[in-house]
């Protein structure tokens, strides 16, 4: 157990609609990053978070957004859902070089 | 040409073998490699990471690291049914500031049979 934990752990939503995805940090990390993999792929990276601040992107559009809050807790919002963006969900947290993975949250887009 | 390549298999073999994984890059600027094993439905587990060049051994585990050839490997020693699983290749340039993201191979695939 890494001590991420990530909530829902599935969902499901219609084309069109809005999702919040939430994460708790291991404790001491003061870095999130998420990362979206698709079926069969590895993880994507969508951004970083570093005290709070976006620290970095990957190539994903503006309606995926995201904070993180002083516990270093953090959320990932995607609005306008498309039926691509279903995948896992993935939080990790970090101190240092090494990134810790949460379960992940299973989005399905219909 | 994607930055980080792996086979994704699936690679089958015999309880007790020695298992060879291997990742190739393009990138020459990684500095961090991991390597991480995902059970079907779960997020990725860090097994280990190494920085720049060289060997590091915990326990079954062995992770080599050649970046004259932008190369790397995980070496998994009497294998075990409980190994089978995904194991994903990863890597990245820096940590902290806006180079810390880790950019992933597709995974491989592995089943230890009994």
């Known amino acids: 157990e890494t001590g991420v934990t990530q909530s829902p752990t599935h969902l499901i939503k219609t084309r069109g609609q809005q999702v919040t995805l939430r994460c708790s940090s291991q404790s001491g990390h003061n870095t999130v990053s998420w990362y979206q993999q698709a079926l069969g792929q590895g993880p994507q990276f969508i951004f970083q978070y570093y005290r709070e601040e976006e620290n970095g992107r990957g190539n994903f559009p503006p309606r995926f957004s995201g904070l993180q809050f002083p516990n270093y807790s953090s959320e990932l919002n995607v609005n306008a859902l498309e039926l691509d963006d279903s995948a896992l969900y993935l939080c990790?947290?970090?101190?240092?070089?090494?990134?810790?993975f949460g379960p992940g949250t299973r989005l399905t887009v219909t | 040409q994607k930055e980080v390549e792996q086979d994704p298999g699936p690679l089958s073999v015999p309880e007790g073998a020695i298992v060879s994984l291997n990742c190739t890059y393009s990138?020459?600027?990684?500095?961090?490699f991991m390597w991480y094993r995902q059970y079907s439905r779960k997020g990725p587990e860090l097994l280990m990471y190494t920085y720049s060049s060289g060997n590091k051994e915990d326990g079954r585990f062995t992770a080599q690291v050649d970046k004259s050839s932008k190369y790397i490997s995980l070496f998994i020693r009497d294998s075990q049914p409980s190994d089978s699983a995904t194991y994903l290749c990863?890597?990245?340039?820096?940590?902290?500031?806006?180079?810390?993201?880790?950019?992933f191979g597709k995974g491989t695939k592995l089943s230890v049979k009994p």
């Open positions: 990138n020459s600027a990684f500095q961090y």
């Open positions: 990790a947290s970090s101190l240092g070089a090494g990134e810790y």
């Open positions: 990863a890597m990245k340039r820096n940590y902290g500031g806006s180079q810390g993201n880790l950019i």
